[in-house]
């Protein structure tokens, strides 16, 4: 029994008809999670780990560690400052320079995965869309994120999924996603 992190697609559904604070939260939840998965994959034991109750920084520096590329680190980072932000300051909202400085902590791969996502939504649009610098800061924020989990499962996924007893450690079985069957 394998534990499967969410399609692309359904990451992307999951923001319909939120607010800001919920694309931001729901992001960061998401990704969190892959982090936790990719860390439970490489690791014998996750369980003297989690009762460290390191912060979100510390598991992103350890999934590193245990070979996760260092170029993601600071977009995965980066939207979890934005997370904290969000759950942490009324009020709180997406501006045009949070979602660029969140940008610019990207890796090339995920900055060009960011435009080609946008590049699409505008190839299937009917009426005339901005461009992707001109885009309103959530719509941006979206396709940033879906950039930062895609690259981030791309790397789960070549180097195997986590055994659902040891994600059970960070919480992941309460997601609803441990399902029999081969990994993808």
């Not at 939260?25 to 999670?33: C, G």
């Not at 904290?84 to 009324?90: E, I």
């Not at 946008?118 to 190839?123: E, I, R, T």
Request: with cysteine.
């Amino acid at each position: 029994m394998a534990f499967e992190p969410i399609p692309v697609e359904l990451f992307f559904e999951s923001f319909s008809g939120e607010d800001e604070l919920g694309v931001v939260i729901r992001a960061h939840l998401h990704v969190e999670s892959l982090v936790h998965q990719y860390i439970a994959a490489k690791v014998f034991d996750v369980k003297p780990l989690k009762k460290l109750r390191l912060d979100f920084d510390i598991w992103v520096d350890i999934a590193c560690a245990l070979g996760l590329p260092s170029e993601v680190a600071p977009g995965v980072k980066s939207l979890g400052g934005l997370r904290n932000k969000f759950a942490h300051r009324p009020g709180q909202v997406l501006t045009r320079e949070s979602v660029g400085a969140l940008y610019e902590t990207l890796s090339p791969r995920s900055k060009a995965a960011a435009q080609h996502s946008y590049k699409n939504l505008v190839d299937r649009a009917e009426d005339k869309r901005p461009s992707f610098r001109e885009v309103d800061p959530k719509t941006k924020f979206c396709l940033i994120a879906i950039s930062v989990y895609a690259n981030l499962l791309i790397e789960l996924e070549q180097n195997g999924n986590a055994q659902p007893e040891a994600m059970a450690v960070f919480g992941g079985a309460q997601q609803g996603n441990v399902e029999g069957g081969a990994a993808p």
